[in-house]
């Protein structure tokens, strides 16, 4: 058993080191984003189909699908400030390869480099807090981080306002923008880095704890409630970001009739109400306990947004608002209930396996997005041809709201035949 640590980092120290990896999060971010607002220009300038639009985005959570497990090797391996200098460099790589993208296969190619990278950076980024903060803070200052993370998103998405000047100018000026922002990720990164060498050489940090031994087998053991949390992950990201992060702001110009900066503008708010509004709902988890019940309000929120898309007149505004709520309530609630629906032994696995097969589910939906746009001929000229998207999104979102409902229900059960039992015990 290892001695206490002597001290810790000291107040500054740890300002820098937080300042640093909310550059390296923002910049990551920002890069996933940058696809959704030239996504029409593609189209137009490049001629490529809406299916080559979602597998930009579908490419990047390919090799996510396989790399759950090796990037905490590599982690563990060669240490958490050494890998995110690494991937923060690697995403840089991808996404300068995709801003010379002219060619489809190129652009892809970056893509797919820049998946490669990220999700190993997930992985570092989060024993890195482990190792600074832990302790009280911990929980709230990586909760910061991440809407930090979501503000990277946000700026992607206001890009057309406040780089308009560069949309003006084609496709490739807003993707080196993003690879500009990929410089941001990689500096933070080095900043981080110094930092943690350091106070490594302090002695200061905290050691993070024996890696669980990953083995899929031990998900035979998960129960039935564990199956209906990943079902309610899986579906509820597929429609999140392949239509927020690929398609929405194509639809909101080509079949509401708004402009590149309003529709930009407006598919923002989905992810600035995330930055604000998740760490309240995750307090509002810690206060009430009720994760089935809260899961299932977060859920039904996302198909009523699709409802109101395709059946309301000008009902955008609503439906980003309906889908901002349930992109801040839904994640606040769902990551930490694993932790109540699995084995405490085996608790890696169960966030391993979610985040793999989240994965799976972001890849699929972008490629069939994408394929029922083309097949539909969807477009400025035939706005109804989005329908069956519309359709593909909103039967996932009613599937998400569904398991919730039948973990709800089982969790009832549960309460009530524990509240028979120990008043039987009583007796």
Not at 3 to 13: D, E, G, M, N, V
Not at 94 to 108: C, D, K, N, S
Not at 145 to 152: C, E, K, T
Not at 336 to 349: M, S
Request: glycine content about 10%; aromatic content about 14%; charged content about 10%.
């Amino acid at each position: 058993m290892s001695a206490p640590r002597a001290s810790t980092p000291s107040l500054a120290a740890q300002a820098l080191m937080f300042a640093g990896m909310a550059f390296v999060m923002l910049g990551n971010y920002y890069g996933y984003d940058s696809i959704a607002p030239v996504a029409e220009q593609l189209s137009r300038q490049l001629h490529f189909s809406d299916t080559q639009v979602g597998t930009l985005n579908a490419i990047y959570s390919l090799p996510n699908i396989f790399l759950v497990v090796l990037g905490g090797v590599l982690v563990d391996r060669f240490s958490a400030r050494l890998m995110v200098v690494a991937t923060t460099g690697v995403c840089l790589v991808g996404a300068v390869i995709t801003a010379l993208g002219a060619h489809f296969p190129v652009m892809a190619a970056g893509r797919l480099l820049f998946g490669i990278g990220s999700e190993t950076l997930s992985v570092a980024a989060t024993v890195a807090f482990a190792q600074w903060f832990a302790g009280r803070f911990f929980a709230l200052l990586f909760a910061l981080n991440l809407s930090l993370a979501r503000l990277g998103s946000y700026l992607a998405d206001r890009s057309p306002s406040f780089a308009g000047a560069l949309y003006e100018r084609g496709w490739q000026p807003p993707l080196w923008l993003a690879a500009g922002f990929a410089v941001a990720s990689f500096t933070g990164a080095l900043l981080y880095f110094w930092l943690d060498a350091r106070e490594s050489r302090r002695g200061t940090l905290a050691l993070p704890p024996p890696p669980e031994r990953f083995d899929w087998r031990h998900a035979l053991t998960f129960r039935t409630d564990y199956w209906l949390l990943v079902a309610t992950c899986v579906t509820f990201y597929s429609v999140i970001f392949p239509f927020r992060s690929t398609f929405a702001i194509k639809y909101l110009q080509q079949a509401q009739g708004l402009s590149l900066a309003q529709a930009s503008t407006l598919n923002s708010y989905v992810f600035l109400a995330a930055v604000f509004a998740t760490p309240v709902f995750g307090l509002l988890l810690d206060r009430t306990g009720r994760n089935s019940l809260l899961l299932a309000a977060g859920a039904v929120l996302l198909p009523l947004s699709f409802l109101v898309l395709g059946t309301v007149s000008g009902g955008a505004g609503l439906s980003t608002a309906l889908l901002g709520v349930s992109f801040s309530f839904l994640p606040a609630v769902l990551w930490p209930t694993v932790v109540r629906y699995a084995p405490p032994e085996h608790l890696g696995t169960a966030y391993g396996l979610m985040t793999t097969l989240q994965n799976a589910g972001l890849f699929g939906a972008n490629l069939v997005a994408g394929y029922l746009n083309d097949v539909s001929g969807a477009g400025a000229g035939n706005a109804a041809g989005y329908a069956p998207m519309l359709w593909f999104f909103g039967l996932l979102s009613l599937a998400a709201f569904g398991c919730t409902v039948a973990l709800w229900f089982r969790d009832h059960r549960k309460l009530g035949e524990a509240a028979v039992a120990a008043s039987a015990g009583s007796e």
